[in-house]
């Protein structure tokens, strides 16, 4: 009987695997692959292959009808040409440096001091902090333009009773004051993104903090600074993204000042020649230089960070 059994018991062959695993994660992933496909692959190969476009002439003096030929990299060249368009990458370049920090050392002193209060007062402070992510970029951007504004703002107001008289739409502060309207808007985002790292982190490890004589500084310092790592370098992406892609601030607070120009931003520049002077094709290549300096810079932090991790696991 044991000869039976042992015949009809064949062994696994080694090295095969079945294909009904595959075939699981590719129909979860389709969805997913789809949507990527349609809202970035394509959009994006539409825009490289506009930006190779330019119109053409036809007929004595250009008269006759116009053709769209092939441009090659001329309108990469002519972007790039343009002191207006690099003056506006110095610019969010220079808006990032500044913003992104101070937004993030406030995101994540308000997700440390949240961490540190209880459930019920937590709660309230975690929406009240959330609350301007979820009033729109443009009505953000008028909001703060009222208080910008001499003789509207009670802000202004107060300050030129006490012998101050500062100009938030000067040429050398309206950048600052839009960096002050976007640290508005998305502190409590990012603060969100680090409180929910915070949750993740075990508690025993804050209780053996507690039993070797930790105080809260170094509990904070030392255990949930660095386990919510992973929480800031996801924040610093989206900042350095979503700095490159400044727009509807200056474009709301243009109105108010000279100071902002239709090139102000590089996204307000391709929008310009778009829609201002109608070259939609200089437009589509000042569109995919910007997301060629947002891929470089965000996988350059990204490398810069993992180097970093690398070296200090040593």
Known sequence: ??????????????????????????TFLLPFVVLFLFTFVLPLGYAVHQSMLKPVRSGSLGLGPAT??????????????????????ARVLLFGVVQIPVMLLLATALALALDTLSQRWAGILR????????VPGVIASILWGFLYVPGVSPVVDLLGRVGLA????????VLWSIAN?????????NMLVIVAQLKAIPQELYEAARIDG??????????????????LVLTGVFSIIGTLQLFSEPLVIKPLT????????????AYNEAFANNNIYLAAAESVILALVAS??????????????GRDAR
């Open 1 to 26: 009987m044991s000869t039976a059994i042992s015949r009809t018991k064949k062994p696994a062959p080694v090295g095969r695997r079945s294909a009904r695993p595959d075939r699981a994660a590719w």
């Open 127 to 134: 929406a009240a902090y959330f609350l301007p992510y979820g």
């Open 68 to 89: 769209v030929g092939f441009a090659g990299l001329d309108n990469y060249s002519l972007a790039l040409q343009q002191s207006a368009f690099l003056e506006s990458f």
């Open 166 to 173: 500062p100009d938030f739409l000067g040429y050398d502060s």
């Open 258 to 269: 000279s100071t902002v120009t239709s090139s102000y931003t590089p996204n307000l520049s």
């Open 181 to 189: 309207i976007v640290i508005w808007e998305f502190a409590g985002y």
């Open 296 to 309: 470089v810079l965000s996988f350059g932090f990204l490398s810069l960070v993992n180097r970093r991790k």
């Open 214 to 231: 930790a105080s809260a500084w170094q509990t904070a310092i030392r255990i949930k600074l660095p386990l919510a790592r992973p929480a």
